[in-house]
């Protein structure tokens, strides 16, 4: 199992960032996927996952109405969409796949997690 992020990099306070995430190494379509981050000298704060077919997401409060999770099975792509961006939202995003059973429902519990890639927010 591979998970691959881009997208990230600096931007202002309420602009925006799409971030993505390439799966490989699994059936992509059949598995629960999710975003968790980790801001400076903090831990681990989940942010949100998707069903394996894109119809249940579900999101922290502290991203709802902001953040955007989304997938393209054809291509084995997770986005999550960054927008109304705040200085606390500044971390590493990683891209994580969900421990559940294939076809199952979202467990949000993560066994393959990907490199991580920086979001900064200055405002």
């Known amino acids: 199992v591979q998970l691959a992020e881009s997208g990230g990099g600096s931007v202002q306070a309420g602009e925006s960032l799409r971030l993505s995430c390439v799966g490989s190494g699994f059936t992509f379509s059949g598995y629960s996927m999710g975003w968790v981050r980790q801001a400076p000298g903090k831990g681990l704060d989940w942010v949100s996952d998707i069903d394996g077919a894109g119809h249940a997401t579900y999101y922290a409060d502290s991203v709802k109405g902001r953040f955007t999770i989304s997938r393209d099975n054809a291509k084995n792509v997770l986005y999550l969409q960054l927008s109304s961006l705040k200085p606390e939202d500044t971390a590493v995003y990683y891209c994580?796949?969900?421990?559940?059973?294939?076809?199952?429902?979202?467990?949000?519990?993560?066994?393959?997690w990907g490199q991580g890639i920086q979001v900064t927010v200055s405002s």
């Open positions: 994580v796949k969900d421990g559940g059973e294939q076809y199952g429902s979202s467990y949000f519990e993560y066994d393959y």
